[in-house]
Every structure is written in structure tokens, then in C-alpha cells.
């Protein structure tokens, strides 16, 4: 029910159009834009609405991506915690410049996020880690993520050699494992629209401030 009354929300009632965005010149704040965009997809009833994809490349340029999960943001950033030895965590070492992408289909709408990556501080890493379920802090450290593996039989061997290893006991936070934040240089936010003439608005920084532009589709 959330869902339909947020569409219907979103619908004109003469001519069925998308609502589109305000002019980009109404508001300098493109956090509390996103914030806005994610709660009323978290409110849609959306199924993992703070999934994103995250691209990045190598020195030479060789892009790759996969999704992730968005854990927190603020004005500082967008954070996600990961394998610090993982492809994405070499590449990101490698160069820092990261792209993510937001798509909530069903609301017609995406967001574009390009910016610089860097790590978060350990106290941030133990407490977010602290706060996952005890099943998952096993994984993480049972887990060579990236790196080759024979068969499913084998993960489940070293899982249960973890389990056994921490039986009993509370589980640390392993020292290859945290997370990292995007700091935002651009923001992109997309609205769905009839006839394919969608609605786009870019924020860039420039000086250390927001500045807004609206695209063609």
C-alpha cells in the first residue's frame, strides 16, 4: 500500500505524467535531496533500497563493477564496509576516483554519485562491525574475498574452522576488513518522465560548493 500511494503521489491526475523536479536553482543541497529520494524509497516498500553499484578501474583503466550496500551517509559522504583485499579494495588503492549508482525502478528514478574514495577510521569499522549479526562477523573473516576457491565444500570447511575458533568467544574485527567512504564531486539525480524527455539535474563542486545544472535527457 505504501508503494501505490507513493506512485500515485508521483502521478498527475489529468494526463498521467511524472512528476518531474524543481529547478535546479531551488536548492543547493544535494545530501538532503538524496536523503529525501532514499526515505521515500525506503518507504515504498522497495526491496533493498540502499543497494548501489559501485564502478572502479585499475591504473590502466580496466573498469569493473558490482553491487554493495550503502550502511550510512551524511554530508561527509556515502559509506559501505568490504574485504580490504578484495578486486574492488586493490583498485580503489590503485585509484581512488569510484562511481555509484542508485536505480529504484519503480519510482522511475536514479542517482549518480562520482567522487574520491577513502577509507573510514577503525573506530568506525569496529563499531559498525560490532553492530552485524554473529553469522555474518564469521563470514567476513572466513572470507578470502576475491580470491579462488575449489569448490563450495572447501568455504564451508574454513567457516566452521572459524566457528570453532571463536566458539564461545566474541568475534573481532578483523584487521583486512572496514569500510570506505565516497566523497561526493558529483551528484546526479534522474526522474522518469512520459515520452522519454526525463528530468535530470547535476550537482557539481565547485570551490567547495554546490552547484546545479539541469541536462537534457
Do not use: C
Not at 539535474?201 to 554546490?210: C, L, R
Amino acid at each position: 500500500m505504501l508503494l501505490i500511494k507513493l506512485i500515485k503521489g508521483l502521478i498527475t491526475s489529468s494526463k498521467g505524467a511524472i512528476h518531474g523536479m524543481p529547478e535546479a536553482n531551488l536548492t543547493d543541497d544535494p545530501l538532503a535531496l538524496f536523503e529525501q529520494w532514499f526515505n521515500q524509497a525506503k518507504q515504498a516498500g522497495l526491496f533493498l533500497p540502499e543497494a548501489m553499484s559501485i564502478a572502479t578501474a585499475t591504473k590502466t583503466g580496466t573498469l569493473s563493477n558490482r553491487m554493495v550496500l550503502l550502511k550510512s551517509f551524511d554530508q561527509a559522504g556515502f559509506v559501505f564496509y568490504t574485504n580490504y583485499h578484495s578486486q574492488k579494495a586493490q583498485e580503489i588503492a590503485d585509484n581512488p576516483q569510484v562511481a555509484l549508482l542508485f536505480h529504484w525502478d519503480t519510482l522511475q528514478r536514479q542517482i549518480r554519485i562520482n567522487g574520491q574514495i577513502e577509507k573510514v577510521s577503525s573506530a568506525e569499522s569496529e563499531a559498525y562491525f560490532q553492530s552485524r549479526s554473529r553469522g555474518s562477523q564469521l563470514g567476513a573473516w572466513a572470507s578470502k574475498q576475491s580470491e579462488t576457491v575449489n569448490n563450495r565444500q572447501e568455504m564451508d570447511q574454513v567457516y566452521n574452522k572459524i566457528t570453532q575458533r571463536f566458539k564461545d568467544k566474541p568475534v573481532p574485527t578483523p584487521d583486512f576488513w572496514g569500510g570506505y567512504r565516497i566523497i561526493p564531486q558529483q551528484i546526479e539525480f534522474w526522474q522518469g518522465r512520459l515520452n522519454r524527455f526525463h528530468d535530470r539535474i547535476v550537482f557539481e563542486k565547485e570551490n567547495e560548493e554546490w552547484v546545479a545544472k539541469r541536462l537534457y535527457p
